[in-house]
């Protein structure tokens, strides 16, 4: 079974809108981080966000922020106000002790927004 | 502060020949990690280094690929008889382990290798 699963290959978003993008994650180990990254077509993975599976709250950094919603096993990214600079792949990551805390990866979505 | 760099940004090789490539952590890093990508995938875990130990191999990884990182800084990936196969975007990070959840990386820009 997968891990991570980004159910969304391509999206197109009007510049300004706000977007999700989704991920869901299947672990048993109740300690997990998830993460969020962008890789934009210079090749560099950027770091987004992170959630920790015993944070509280979401986890919000300026425009990003994640709608984790544990039960569901989801951790969808928002982007605020989306900008043409925000066109990349994004790439969804959880770490878990049963795979000795590696990163696993997301297949990606590759976000296009439209001026 | 700079960042992950790798080098070269970009290599051609012909079919068996071997290819080395190296990544250079942001300097107070002591985790060093390599990446493979492919289009369309998110990328492969190879192997990652704390200081000059190399503590996990991916078991995917054939025995013609071999990573040193002899003074806990830089790193080289080496693959020997390269294959039309090994053709991929290899990717270098690096992180300062805090806690074993919420280690974030820093990844460099990747050397893309294409094998004729």
């Known amino acids: 079974a997968q891990k991570i699963t980004q159910t969304q290959p391509g999206m197109f978003v009007q510049e300004k809108e706000a977007v999700t993008l989704d991920c869901t994650y299947d672990t048993s180990d109740p300690s997990y981080g998830l993460f969020w990254y962008k890789q934009p077509s210079s090749g560099e993975m950027i770091f987004l966000i992170y959630q920790g599976s015993y944070d509280q709250q979401n986890a919000t950094e300026g425009r990003y922020s994640l709608n984790f919603q544990k039960a569901r096993k989801s951790a969808n990214l928002v982007i605020s106000a989306s900008q043409l600079g925000d066109s990349a792949m994004y790439f969804c990551?959880?770490?878990?002790?049963?795979?000795?805390?590696?990163?696993?990866w997301g297949a990606g979505t590759k976000l296009i927004i439209k001026p | 502060d700079t960042g992950v760099s790798q080098d070269p940004r970009h290599k051609i090789t012909k079919r068996g020949q071997n290819v080395t490539f190296r990544c250079d952590p942001i300097?107070?890093?002591?985790?060093l990690y390599w990446y493979r990508q492919t289009l369309g995938q998110g990328p492969e875990f190879l192997t990652y280094?704390?200081?000059?130990?190399?503590?996990?191999k991916s078991r995917l990884l054939s025995d013609r690929f071999s990573a040193e990182r002899p003074k806990g800084s830089f790193s080289t990936l080496e693959i020997q008889r390269t294959e039309q196969g090994d053709s991929a975007m290899y990717l270098c990070?690096?992180?300062?382990?805090?806690?074993?959840?919420?280690?974030?990386?820093?990844f460099g820009s990747g050397t893309q290798l294409s094998v004729l």
């Open positions: 990551a959880m770490r878990e002790l049963d795979s000795n805390y590696q990163l696993i």
């Open positions: 280094f704390q200081n000059e130990a190399q503590l996990e």
């Open positions: 990070a690096s992180s300062l382990v805090q806690t074993a959840s919420n280690e974030k990386l820093f």
């Open positions: 300097s107070e890093h002591n985790r």
